[in-house]
């Protein structure tokens, strides 16, 4: 590109570049794309030539552009951030050229954007066998179910008969596992009431998620 005549001439020229952004929308949903957006301004006196944007982990936003002294121009992208919780923390760069003197010029901005989570737990309780005998062990059995968008660390399943049935489990959003156990009612005719609590927490935020199923196994006597 030609120079212009006054470039040639003995003005002094400060060129400058400002580059502003933003996150668009969010909190984002978990394993979702991140989106941005911003401006780039032309804060100089002389106009920029080969101005462009790039991103940390969009790439290349806008090439090739030519601003007038306080003009600016926006842009917008997105990226997928992977796993992880968040927040999530990218950069972009805006650099153009000085069109008397090729010299370049720099800014950079960044945005921090933040992730929501939506856990959710879902337990089942079933009578394993039965009718039972008076006096005889109940069976019960089960699946706890992750219904969140996120990973349930330290799953646990519980109940006043049985105790402890299950700690310690991961469960990856969709996941499942099974349990079983088995108790011995007191005394009476039945039928005999159990009832389960499944508890989570949200492996990003820690925040715990429960749910609760119950079964109801009769009782066969055999008089005699």
Known sequence: MAKPFWCMRCFRIAPGIAVT???VGGPFEIGSDIHFGGTVSN?????????SVSDSA???LLSGITLA?????????SYNPGAGCGPFTNTVTATGLDLCTSAQ???????????????GIRVTEDCVGGPFAIGSQIHVGGTIFNTGNVTLVNV????ANCGTILSGITLAPGASTN???AYTPAAGCGPSTNTVTATGNDAC????????????????????
Request: aromatic residues 4%; charged residues 5%; neutral net charge.
């Open 21 to 23: 952004k933003n996150c």
């Open 43 to 51: 804060t100089g006196d002389v106009t920029l030539v080969s101005v």
């Open 58 to 60: 969009a790439g290349l």
């Open 69 to 77: 002294p306080g003009a600016s121009t926006n842009y917008s992208g």
């Open 105 to 119: 010029v720099q800014a950079q901005a960044i945005a921090i954007c933040s992730i929501h989570t939506s856990p």
């Open 156 to 159: 646990s399943v519980s109940s």
């Open 179 to 181: 349990y079983t156990c």
């Open 205 to 224: 935020t820690g925040n715990e998620v429960n749910a609760q199923a119950t079964a109801i196994c009769p009782i066969r006597t055999a008089p005699g």
